[in-house]
């Protein structure tokens, strides 16, 4: 059985959405089933029954969305019972300034929920595609307001959640199945 990855997203003019995609694409390009649900929308089953979650906001003043942040108040009593700790998280943002307008802070506002719930980081390292450009050690991170011509997320930042999700997926194969994953994304 194929291990299961939740992407949960706050996207209020879709540009995260489209990461999120791509990250689902990349996931499933690696064996991974994947499924993306707008943080609104999520029910307890879902985490629950997930390997791996990975969060996914556009930066609104400096931090996460406030649909992700009421996502994470709703889901509290799982943090009461434990019931998310051992599962893989991962996480990327979309700001309309990359790194500078917030976006590193929100990626890691949103690793300290899974921080919190116990879950095991998977961090993006540095061999996978679009790291340089599109990336940070924290995970995907787009910009999307028009540089030059260009309105992101770019085909480089697609790119990057791509990459990002097929390492998601093989970080859970190894995790879940005890052995190596169904593909190596380095
Ligand atoms: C209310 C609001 C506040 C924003 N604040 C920031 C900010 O502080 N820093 C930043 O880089 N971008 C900011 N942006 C730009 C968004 O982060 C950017 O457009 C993002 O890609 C939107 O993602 P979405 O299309 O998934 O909603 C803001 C956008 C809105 C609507």
Redesign the pocket.
Known sequence: MSVRILVVVA???????MLADELALGAEACGASARVVPCAEVEEAQLLEADALVLGS?????GMESSMRAFFERFAPLWMQGKLIGKLGAAFV????GGR???ELTLISLHAFLAEHGLLMVPMHNRLDRYVTAGSHWGPLAW??PRGKTTGPTEDHLAAARAHGGWIAECAGRWVRGGAGEADSR
């Open positions: 996207s209020d003019t879709g540009r995260t959405r556009g930066v609104h003043m400096g979309t700001a309309g300034n307008g917030g976006g999307t307001n």
